[in-house]
């Protein structure tokens, strides 16, 4: 039985490994193709063709994003909004601090370590129980 047990646990240390190695690659590509994010202050203006954020970026250019129903949500009727604009492009903003996908990634990368982890431990443990 301990066996089976450290086989079937070295089998989801490899691939919790290699996954974790793989997401983490995964990750770090996301993150350089995210490109660069600078935080600034916006100006919300609600009209009757939808709601607007305006901003001037790095270089003193004013920007301007069409706001979505999600970040709508998100602002409420405030004046001003805290966002994120991407550094180099024109009207190109975000409310969250870094992207989702690359803090997904991350998350499931240290979900794999963990299984890894869990995996190598329980092959440990049957190897001196059947020893």
Do not use: C
């Not at 974790?20 to 996301?30: E, K, P, S, T």
């Not at 660069?36 to 916006?42: C, I, V």
């Not at 979505?68 to 994120?84: K, P, W, Y």
């Amino acid at each position: 039985m301990a066996d089976v047990v450290g086989l079937i646990a070295e089998v989801f240390t490899w691939i919790g490994a290699l996954g974790a190695i793989g997401l983490a690659f995964l990750a770090l590509v996301a993150r350089i193709a995210d490109g660069s994010w600078a935080p600034t202050r916006a100006v919300v203006e609600h009209t009757d063709e939808g709601s607007v954020v305006r901003w001037f970026d790095d270089q003193g250019a004013i920007n301007e994003a069409a706001l979505t129903a999600h970040d709508l949500e998100s602002i409420g009727q405030r004046d001003m909004a805290d966002i994120e604009y991407r550094v180099g492009w024109h009207n190109r903003m975000r409310l969250s601090k870094g992207s989702p996908l690359v803090r997904a990634l991350v998350r499931l990368t240290f979900l794999m370590v963990g299984v890894a982890a869990l995996a190598f431990a329980a092959g440990w443990i049957a190897l001196i129980i059947e020893g």
